[in-house]
């Protein structure tokens, strides 16, 4: 009984379906070669055993040539005599044995990669479809002249350089060229059935991805309509387009195909063409067609086979090229997952998604201390811990740092976060023989496209994230705001365009608030404003955290301080003592160079730095290990005076005002309205005003609004009082 093993092993030896298949294909491609009677002989249009013999040999190797031996004897021996056979078969093996050895010696061990492979094209058009060819005509050509073979009704005449053997030459040219691919698919197919499973997918992957099935449609009735309009038509001398002349129509919609089908489809497609159109050669071929015609004809085909099948390659590599450029993209080659342009990507595409995002802060300290290996080990292991409970279409994305982010298909998603949270605690990595168990923060939210500001949405979820570090639970990022996430993250966006415009546009407004000197030295302290769409003024404490986290702190603090110095340089005539104070983020007394930059806008616009007073917010920064206290320090000696405003509005100012230096303390309007009614309030402003004095710091009391304050104010030592006693907020223009 014949097993499905038997049947496989006689398909793949040498001594089995190999040896049968030249003795079947022989008498088969001769049968579909075309030839002509032309001045008392034959010549080939298209010539196929030649190509049938080099795809058997893509396909067997040198295990082919038992099979092509016997196949060349059973064919030759049964038309010429022995000695004539012999000579024809032994020319057939050398050019096919050169051609072959010369191929496998360039290429080696890739010899046996399918045809459409398009690496090895070069070398195949050199040696299969270059050398086999010519040096089989040559040496067919060289038997015919020393009258081995019979010259009478042969494809070959006594003188080399004829018609003859160019047109020869040009039909197994043109047969090695166009007809390999078909002959090496029907040889691979017989050897292995599955094969021709595997076909239809890598002619659909080289298609271009642009292409619709109403246009392969319309190339296929174009196709059909042409092929009708050649051999169907009555042949007439005055009917151009039943004559060769027509066949020049079909070769754009053949460079359509190369264009937009691949090589795959190219190729088949052209070699049944060819078969098609010159088996039906009547049809448009008139019978009193000259020889010389017929070589241009050839020559033609010939070449526009090369051309087309070169074009097809080169469009299809670039297709491939371009999908593995867009495929890395899409992937981090350290971590080897993908990356947030594939998040973005799969965001788009998908109805509704669910968040996840994943941070382990302690991997930054694991690293640290035991190299980077550790990160991108455990970010892979952790993604390949996570995949088997993500459904298709699901995965797990990377992102700088210590963070990752899972996208899992749509909303409703918290009962499948908590197991992978579950999932996650009793994940662990086990490094040098130690195990590495880092706490990893779990927060999430739910999206629908378009997802127009994600990198600002990962920010916010890796905040919860951090959260969830220190409550233990995973946190929903919806349920933390009182908006939708990404309509406040729209809002956001909405909001710095406008500040962005407004810093170029100068669109910022600016007034100015009277404080009362106690001795009759008052100054002028200035407030931004953002006005909206509107005409009304948005307030600093909704678009200074905007700001702050866009990093546009130096951007905004250099706009007022140039907007403020040009307007004291105007009433340089009218108020030549003015002063005035301005506020500056406290992340601006970093820059590298800002009293410079002060200190030349201050010689540009002709102010004294007297006159400058520079209000800043208390921070650990201003304490003397902190970034700004060498800044703060810097601007004293220059002249300008610092004020360190809202005084025990946010950290623990005695500690802090213990150290710091500066020339004025303002103390926060909320302790001054109390002072009447709470004991407490009252201590906190004297005391405050007792250290001012031991540090010579002068004190702002702000949120003055009866005469009674002032006068206790007064009492206690207060320098400046600012309130709604002394007047309300003017534009800047109008002081």
Partial sequence: MITTAHLNRFRKSPWGLALILPAILMPLATQL???????????????????????????????????????????????YAPLPAAVISASWL?????????????????????????RLMPCRLLWLVVVTPVLFIFLMQTLASAGVVPLRKSIFSWQILSLHTLLNLQSVLLACVAMVPICYLVARSLRSPGYLRLILPRLRRQFSPEVSKTECVIWLMLLVFLLTMLLEVTTTRQNLLTTDYGLPLILPLMLWAAMRFGYLFTSLAWALLLIALYQLRDRFLHPETEPYQLAVISANLLVFSLSLLLMAAITTRQRRTLARAKAAALNDPVMNLPNLRALSLALAQSTCSTLCFLTIPELDRLSRTYGLRLRIHYKRSLASHLRPELHPGEDVYQLPGFDLVMRLEGNSQLARIEHLAARLKDYYLSWDGLPVHPDIG????????????????????????????????TENLQQKLTLPVQYRIGKKIALLNDIQQALKLDGFQLSAQRICGVRGDDYYHVRLALPNAC????????????????????????WRLRQVLAFISEQREKQPGIRI?????????????LVQEVQALLRMHGVEPWQLIINIEESPMMAPHGGGYRTISQLRQLGCRIAISDVGQRYGSYFLLKDSEADMLQINGEYIRNIFNNSLDYQIVASTCVLARMKKMQV??????????????????VDYLQGELYGEALPLSSL
């Fill in 94 to 118: 050398m050019a096919l044995a050169a051609g072959w050895g010369g191929y496998r010696f360039q290429t080696k061990r890739r010899w046996g990669v399918d045809y459409d492979e398009l």
């Fill in 581 to 593: 104070a301005l506020d500056f983020f406290t992340l601006s007394l970093c820059r590298p160079g």
């Fill in 535 to 558: 005409g009304e003024a948005i307030p600093p404490e909704t678009f200074f955290p905007v700001i702050a986290e866009f990093g546009l702190t130096w951007e905004l603090d250099s």
């Fill in 700 to 717: 702002v009391a702000k949120g003055v609004a009866t005469q009674e304050m002032d006068e206790q104010l007064r009492k206690l030592g």
């Fill in 33 to 79: 070669s075309v030839r002509l009677e032309i001045m008392d002989g034959y010549v080939y249009l298209i010539y196929l055993p030649l190509a049938t013999m080099i795809a058997l040999m893509l396909v067997y190797d040198w295990g082919a040539f038992p099979g092509i031996v016997l196949g060349l004897s059973l064919y030759y021996f049964n038309r």
């Fill in 442 to 473: 779990v927060s999430y939210c739910s999206v629908q496209p378009p997802v127009h500001h994600l990198y600002e949405l990962l920010g916010e979820l890796s905040g919860m994230a951090e959260l969830s570090l220190a409550s233990g639970m």
